[in-house]
């Protein structure tokens, strides 16, 4: 259903775009849509959630200064995402980009998303098409991305890539960088992780605090259905696939995390800090009040504010 | 009055310890209280307030390898906590303290509570008892904790001094080094600051979030007489009384914040942080799930886990 109001007023002490959305109904209504049981109901659910983005990420393509080239890598389709500028490029330096969408949606034309914005700060994006359910479970995005890795390697040094990500993406991020350092890959130079699906089970105090009070990831029962296609059969807590669980002192870039208090996967964020915190991994948290999980993208002023942080932690952290 | 059950089941990711309290009923009968409406009624509650505190304080002392010396500084009473064995002493590193308890309770006998930990992890600690309402309002707390750092500096080096606070406390904390700045003092080497009351105002979203969710501080009516007798007339946003206002661009030292996501004071947290960055500081913020206020005090694993967190950050900002 869609509750009238939301739960709670939206605080004096944010941003006007951020209080207008906050003041919006908060739909739930995701809760009540039946589980998709074959893969046709799947695609026609991911087809009609991907249909409300698509005006949106086209618009931001063609608005931004950027070119988007799609090729594959490693056998794996990618879009480069570059500034049209030449001369803006932050050279050799690369950023490897998972789109969110939980496993299921956002991917192809809609999978460059989340890379405009660095691109339009002067960095070449890869943004990777993983493959994902209905028809390719985990752990095809973790291979997938450990791939395109290992690819861009013969060109470029570790030490000047990082990986990034959103949500589901957050996590891939975090899985593919484990995968790679167990596999015998250098670490990238850091890692960005906004929000990230960190624990694919109900586990973590946010999922029930902030049930009905996200107003864009209103409630776990959102993500149920593609937590169980996605790992088709793995119990929840592999690593690979709820990095919270990752064994981190065997080696992990230095990371930034974002998240904001309302944010559905709050604690899904600061127990993934905590993990790497736990393992001496330098991780620089940032959470910003009432926020929601996806504001970076949405709220102009406070995500404009963690876009330079980011900025801020790559400079600090990639080679030149 | 006190709900028979908490609002939310502990998650069954934290500690047992942790799962126990969480599980206890939420105490909000202090937002039934009536107002003191002179010093003798004030007089009365806070002695109230500190008589559940005094045999733990006590007992928490006896049973510490520390030893407490009253003194005053400056004309400031003092408490200094030092390790029992003076070989165990970081030499020449002084912790100032601010006790936390709303700027009206805990004080004197009390005030060493949040030293004991530090002092027995090889710190001296200067513990100021503060001046407070309802005899003494601001600015006679921030008046107080600068002429013991001046005195301080008369025979230590600031790069080898740090301030440590916790919720009223942690934002003294904050208002002291501002004001000290401006009086043209050197900076402190670093700043931590657990759970901070940074908005004196009911201003932050985690003030409506998290009523009757926090264990401890389960609502702002708790806070709201303190922060009146406090300001005594001055406007809540004065940057020495909610420091989330202050103008950290001339300068203030490397900082390190604390707190849960069941915390009243989240927002207060968070808000504090991000005004640190928002001004270039080197801050660093540590989140723990489903924590309230006052947890690193309370819950045994999670408070030991951000000691540690506490204890090296102080190794690496303090000289010497």
């Given at each position: 259903m869609t509750g009238p109001n939301p739960r709670f007023p939206a605080p004096e002490n944010v941003s006007a775009e951020a209080k207008a959305f906050l003041s919006l109904p908060v739909d739930t209504s995701a809760a009540d849509r039946p589980s998709p049981t074959s893969a046709e109901e799947w695609e026609a659910q991911i087809a009609e959630s991907n249909g409300m983005f698509e005006a949106l990420v086209r618009e931001s393509v063609e608005k931004a200064p950027v070119v988007v080239a799609k090729s594959t890598m490693a056998g794996v389709t990618v879009r480069e995402v570059v500034p049209?500028?030449?001369?803006d490029l932050k050279r050799d330096r690369v950023l490897l980009n998972f789109h969110g969408g939980?496993?299921?949606?956002?991917?192809?034309?809609?999978?460059v998303l989340e890379a405009v914005g660095p691109a339009s700060a002067g960095y070449r994006v890869v943004a990777v098409d993983y493959r994902m359910p209905p028809?390719?479970?985990?752990p095809a995005a973790v291979d997938d991305g450990v791939a395109v890795y290992r690819h861009l390697l013969e060109t470029a040094d570790a030490r000047q890539i990082a990986m990034f990500g959103a949500s589901a993406g957050g996590a891939l991020a975090a899985s593919v960088i484990l995968a790679a350092r167990d596999q015998g890959l250098p670490l990238p130079a850091a890692a960005v992780m906004h929000t990230?699906?960190?624990?694919?089970?109900?586990?973590?105090d946010s999922y029930e605090t902030n049930d009905g009070v996200d107003?864009?990831?209103?409630?776990y029962e959102m993500l149920r259905d593609a937590a169980t296609a996605y790992a088709?059969?793995?119990?929840?807590?592999?690593p690979l696939l709820?990095?919270?669980?990752?064994?981190f002192s065997k080696g992990f870039p230095p990371s930034l995390l974002s998240t904001g208090?309302?944010?559905?996967l709050l604690s899904c964020t600061v127990r993934l800090h905590r993990a790497l915190r736990a393992a001496g991994i330098p991780a620089d948290l940032h959470v910003y009040d009432a926020m929601w999980h996806?504001?970076?993208?949405?709220?102009?002023v406070e995500g404009k504010d963690l876009d330079r942080e980011v900025m801020e932690f790559l400079d600090r952290h990639l080679a030149v």
């Open positions: 049209e500028n030449d001369a939980g496993f299921t949606m956002f991917g192809g034309d809609l999978s028809h390719h479970p985990f990230p699906w960190a624990d694919l089970a109900k586990i973590g107003p864009t990831l209103s409630t088709d059969g793995e119990p929840l807590d592999h709820s990095p919270v669980y990752g064994e208090t309302r944010d559905l996806g504001f970076q993208l949405m709220a102009p």
